[in-house]
């Protein structure tokens, strides 16, 4: 008789044949036979009769939603959000894992990033009941590459059939399982030892991200090989942020759709000049350490502020294009009044261009002469301070 926990464990390794993943060993290897199902055949030809006689229903986006109730994710599928950091990536995983858990459905939230304290921490400042957390919310912490006992672990969590799985930080996942993450094969191996047995057992599978530091190189693409995006089957957010989320403010991003493979998201966004449509924003509220405000906004019409953060956007991202020009045309490096002298703005602007530059690594700073401070880009070489005169 074949148990939940078989099958769980069949979702997992997927099909007989296929590449086993590193070092995992076979744990089902003594299990008797009759208790095993067969491997699904996917090598012959489809039946294509529902396709042809116009039963066939495309997925559709049914997992965690806008405020307006229009969904955000395709079950069953990989989908992905990325952004630089501190955008909301992870206030936006919790709305969609809140609503899941609240509809009585379970959740996996795998994390290689923070830690229980930081991600439950903001479910209940969202408002989660705690009893349908401890019930419903399943938090997994990988620390190691996974044994054969981990792999057991893990197909329990499966065994409740969670609509959503979150796996925050790819980065550090790859890392984990000794993957590269600017290798295109070792990103589709990790998603073929990792992603996808999540993806088979029905859930949403959502993966968070991180962006290039560079606006201007960034396009659609997540930190890595171009694979993150091509093996994708779902959707994929990019998060703009306008204004920073904290304690005591209230945050927003603009969630566009980067990708949208079963084409059932974008035609309920606006159209935009990026060539992402607009999908959502995010805005936070959060008025304590222990309660925030949280919504996903259906896209609207631009009103005025909104135009003013643009048109403040791109004048900004002009004057960082002007001092790395500035700073790459220099034989030595910059100093802040260096900078200033080489550059047209209001010398606040110039300054606010700096430190963001700095704050994402595009620009380093190093002590100088007489307690000023010098900026170089990152390849240049930086002179030892000069000492000042008696």
């Known amino acids: 008789m074949t148990t939940g926990i078989d099958q769980a464990m069949d979702a997992y390794f997927g099909p ?42 495309p997925p559709q986006p049914t997992v965690g939603r806008r405020d ?15 952004s630089e950091s501190e955008a909301g990536k992870t206030w936006f995983a919790l709305i969609a894992c ?25 479910l209940l400042c969202l408002g989660a009941r705690p009893d349908d957390v401890l019930e419903r919310f399943h938090y997994v912490r990988p620390e190691n590459s996974p044994s054969d006992i981990d792999l057991i672990d893990l197909a329990m ?6 609509t959503l799985a979150i796996v925050d930080g790819v980065t550090e996942g790859m890392s984990l399982f000794g993957l590269e ?16 047995p999540l993806m088979n057992s029905g859930a949403a599978v959502v993966t968070l991200d991180h962006v290039v530091k560079s606006s201007e190189n960034r396009g659609r693409y997540s930190i890595g090989g171009v694979h993150k995006l091509n093996g994708l ?29 079963p084409g059932q998201i ?50 900004l991202d002009g004057i960082k294009r002007k001092v790395l020009e500035a700073l ?13 002298d080489r550059v047209t703005g209001r010398a606040a602007d110039v300054r606010r261009a700096v430190a963001d530059l700095i704050d994402s690594g595009q620009i380093a700073s190093s002590p100088g002469p007489r307690n000023s401070t010098l900026h170089s880009l990152p390849t240049q070489s930086t002179p030892a301070p000069e000492e000042p005169a008696a």
């Open 16 to 57: 007989d044949g296929e590449e086993p993943p590193v070092d995992w060993g076979d744990v089902d290897a003594a299990a008797p036979a009759e208790a095993k199902e067969p491997a699904p055949r996917t090598w012959t030809a489809q039946d294509l009769r529902s396709v042809l006689d116009g039963s066939y229903s």
């Open 68 to 82: 307006d109730g229009v969904g955000l994710f395709y079950p069953g599928r990989m989908n992905s959000v990325a």
């Open 98 to 122: 809140l609503q899941e858990i609240n509809d009585g459905n379970h959740v996996l939230y795998l994390d290689f990033e923070d830690d229980a304290g930081g991600v439950v921490g903001r």
């Open 157 to 162: 969590v499966l065994e409740d059939s969670p």
């Open 181 to 196: 993450l600017k290798d295109n094969t070792d990103i589709a191996k990790f998603g073929r030892l990792l992603l996808r």
């Open 233 to 261: 089957n779902g959707v994929m957010y990019m998060l703009e942020n306008r204004r920073p989320f904290g304690i005591g403010v209230t945050g927003k991003s603009t969630i566009r759709v980067a990708k949208d493979r």
């Open 266 to 315: 974008r035609k309920n966004g606006l159209s935009h000049s990026s060539g992402m449509h607009w999908y959502a924003d995010l805005v936070v509220k959060s008025e304590t350490a222990e309660f925030a405000e949280a919504h996903l906004y259906a896209p609207i019409q631009r009103d005025e502020e909104d135009r003013q953060e643009d048109e403040e956007r791109k004048r």
């Open 328 to 340: 790459g045309k220099a034989k030595d490096p910059l100093t802040g009044k260096g900078i200033e």
